[in-house]
């Protein structure tokens, strides 16, 4: 067995993998509050069980293959001012908890929102703006213009009406996972903790940009496509020296 072209082929699924991670940061980047997924590769050695328990299976090879690892990068993006009462942004800590349509809490750094035909706080896919107790946050016809204040309390005129849920994670890396439109619990009896104010402050008229840079992300697809041709090239030139090989040793005198 060519072990070099099992090598060589397990690289270039990995960087097939990379390149799909890049494209979706970039298709995902025009997104208000977009989390990038950051990636690593890792070499585990031939024989070697991954992602287990590292154990050592009993006839080892001598090589190691590339394991690409990924994980959301949760650095806050640039808050881009738009003058729209409608959009939030949340600077420092903690996420906005939304409620979609089977009643689960979804959490999010987008915090652009509508007011529906019943006068609830919604999100672009439909999803209830929560308040820091757990339920949808319902404004009153024609009480006035909507205000919020850094610490997230919504005023309807001089009326204090909710107050916009902000919650926070221990570990966001062990604690969410992704999903469309936001993150969710990894595990459902998981309760976040309301977040502490003096750790964010809500901006009315503010969108946090996504943490996607364009010219990262470019360089990345320029490294994947030199590593692909590197790797294709390789396989080439050991496929070349094994038919050389049989040839010669094929050979009967």
Excluded: W
Excluded at 41 to 70: C, D, Q, W, Y
């Amino acid at each position: 067995m060519n072990l070099s072209l099992y090598e060589n082929a397990s690289a270039l699924r990995g960087l097939e993998q990379y390149q799909n991670v890049i494209a979706n940061n970039i298709a995902a980047s025009h997104v208000a509050g977009f989390k990038k997924v950051a990636v690593s590769f890792e070499a585990v050695e031939g024989g070697e069980i991954p992602r287990s328990t590292h154990g050592r299976l009993r006839h080892e090879m001598p090589g190691s293959f590339p394991i690409m690892k990924n994980q959301v990068d949760y650095n806050e993006g640039e808050m881009k001012e738009t003058n729209n009462p409608n959009d939030l942004a949340l600077r420092g800590e903690g996420f906005f908890a939304l409620l979609n349509q089977e009643g689960d809490s979804v959490y999010s750094r987008d915090g652009q929102f509508y007011l529906d035909a019943q006068g609830t706080m919604v999100n672009s896919m439909g999803h209830q703006f929560s308040d820091d107790g757990g339920a949808s946050i319902e404004t009153i016809p024609g009480a006035g213009d909507i205000t919020i204040d850094k610490e997230g309390q919504v005023f309807q005129g001089n009326q204090n009406i909710a107050k916009i849920g902000v919650f926070s994670f221990e570990n966001p890396l062990l604690d969410l996972q992704n999903v469309g439109g936001g993150f969710v619990a990894k595990n459902p009896d998981l309760v976040p903790e309301v977040a502490d104010p003096e750790n964010f402050t809500v901006m009315q008229g503010y969108l946090e940009s996504s943490n996607v840079s364009a010219i990262e992300e470019m360089i990345g697809l320029i490294e994947v496509s030199r590593a692909h041709e590197a790797n294709q090239k390789m396989i080439q030139t050991f496929d070349q020296n094994l038919g050389k090989a049989i040839g010669t040793l094929g050979q009967t005198q």
